[in-house]
């Protein structure tokens, strides 16, 4: 398992060392092709190539901190490194919308003559470039880290088409207002493609259940294993983007230690393989939790659907 994470992370960190360099130089075209065609919505996707170029690097960065080891002060280790980059690349993209919203408006109040030509020819070599790189991140997408670029390079491919479109608009129709309408819709899927990503990662920060995960399902599972009481202070959460954790109370029998460990052995088999929770905390009792002290109960449904209280 840490051998396919690591190889994992090695593929990954090779991925975005070729996209950072093939972003950065194609941050260059855009700014020049942007300046001389008088082109908001080049000029526009030069910025969101820009926090992408910044979103590779830092997820490159959190993919080396997140290989380091735990220490005796960082007893996960770096696993959160992923998430904090991703949640960092979701803020600059909220920050560049507004930006682009701000200048839109006033390229509309005072639109100026662009060279649709040039922008089309340099928006198609966009969708190639962009469309290249997410493709290669799709294969690491299952990690929030990579996955947070991965949509910031979707979105460019996404938004790079529609300066295509709006390209020939301009060429039919002479209407240069289409330039910074188009700026518009490129920060409205800039804001779309970061809501998923910061809801995502404030959830992880904030040690919220992991998305998808029902915990009175966890509940009743570990429940049913055969010597369990009762089931309370039930906590999940996630450490990183793929790796989680649990810590619960289990209300069990005065029984021997040899007999309690078959318990914990089957309750961990169950998370394991149904919830790919691998990391738990579980403390066996025989008597009432004080509740006065710290032990949260959490409500299960009953399976004739009446609810009750562990």
């Not at 799709?138 to 300066?163: P, Q, Y």
Request: proline fraction near 4%.
């Amino acid at each position: 398992m840490h051998a396919h994470a690591h190889d994992r992370q090695g593929y990954a960190s090779r991925v975005l060392r070729v996209s950072l360099a093939v972003t950065m130089a194609y941050i260059v075209l855009l700014v020049i092709s942007g300046v001389r065609a008088h082109s908001l919505a080049l000029l526009s996707e030069a910025a969101h190539n820009v926090s992408d170029f910044l979103a590779l690097l830092l997820s490159l960065a959190a993919v080396y901190l997140e290989q380091r080891p735990p220490s005796a002060t960082k007893t996960y280790g770096y696993s959160r490194a992923g998430v904090l980059a991703a949640f960092i690349n979701a803020m600059t993209l909220v920050a560049i919308a507004f930006y682009i919203f701000y200048e839109a408006g006033r390229r509309l109040a005072s639109p100026q003559h662009v060279h649709p030509g040039l922008m089309i020819g340099v928006a198609a070599a966009g969708v190639v470039v962009n469309g290249v790189i997410s493709a290669i991140l799709w294969r690491s997408s299952k990690d929030l880290n990579i996955r947070s670029a991965f949509l910031h390079m979707l979105g460019d491919t996404l938004s790079t088409a529609a300066v295509i479109g709006g390209g020939w608009a301009i060429l039919a129709t002479g209407q240069n207002w289409i330039d910074p309408a188009l700026s518009f819709g490129i920060g409205a899927m800039i804001l779309w493609s970061s809501h998923g990503i910061i809801r995502e990662t404030l959830n992880i920060l904030l040690e919220g259940t992991p998305r998808g995960m029902d915990l009175s399902h966890v509940g009743q599972e570990i429940a049913a294993v055969a010597g369990v009481n009762d089931v309370h202070d039930l906590h999940v959460w996630s450490i990183g983007s793929d790796s989680h954790a649990l810590s619960c109370h289990i209300g069990i029998a005065d029984i021997p230690p040899s007999a309690s460990e078959a318990i914990l052995r089957e309750v961990q088999e169950r998370l394991r393989l149904k919830f790919h929770i691998h990391h738990t905390t579980i403390q066996f009792e025989h008597v009432v939790c004080d509740v006065a002290h710290g032990c949260v109960v959490i409500p299960t449904p009953t399976p004739e659907g009446h609810g009750h209280t562990h």
